[in-house]
């Protein structure tokens, strides 16, 4: 098992920045990929962003490319995602999730955190 806890979530005004980090424990030798998903209220779970093991590997979806950033640290089995330029329409319950593949699909994920509110004002 591997247990995923998210932090950095807040209220932020438009144009501003915030940073999330999700600290991994358990079996991390086990994971592959760590993403980050979002969900607004009365939608579905989406995609934001992916990290390969070694970092090398990268991919966003086409509306956060050039604003958000995920970097991870294998030592200290930790994932973070830097949102610049933040706008209303980020506004979501932000997931960490970690799984064996380098994918966008959330099904392809094995192990999800609590989620940690994000609020982007107007």
């Known amino acids: 098992q591997v247990q995923l806890v998210e932090s950095g979530g807040g209220l932020e005004q438009a144009g501003g920045s915030l940073r999330l980090s999700c600290e991994a424990s358990?079996?991390?030798?086990?994971?592959?990929?760590l993403g980050w998903f979002r969900q607004a209220p009365g939608k579905d779970r989406e995609f934001v962003a992916v990290i390969s093991r070694r970092g090398g590997g990268t991919h966003y979806t086409d509306s956060v490319r050039g604003r958000f950033t995920i970097s991870r640290d294998n030592a200290k089995n930790t994932v973070t995602l830097q949102m610049n330029n933040l706008k209303p329409e980020d506004t979501a319950v932000y997931y960490c999730?970690?799984?064996?593949?380098?994918?966008?699909?959330?099904?392809?994920?094995?192990?999800w955190g609590r989620g940690t509110q994000v609020t982007v004002s107007s």
């Open positions: 358990g079996r991390t030798f086990s994971v592959n990929a």
């Open positions: 999730a970690a799984g064996p593949l380098f994918s966008a699909v959330p099904k392809s994920y094995d192990y």
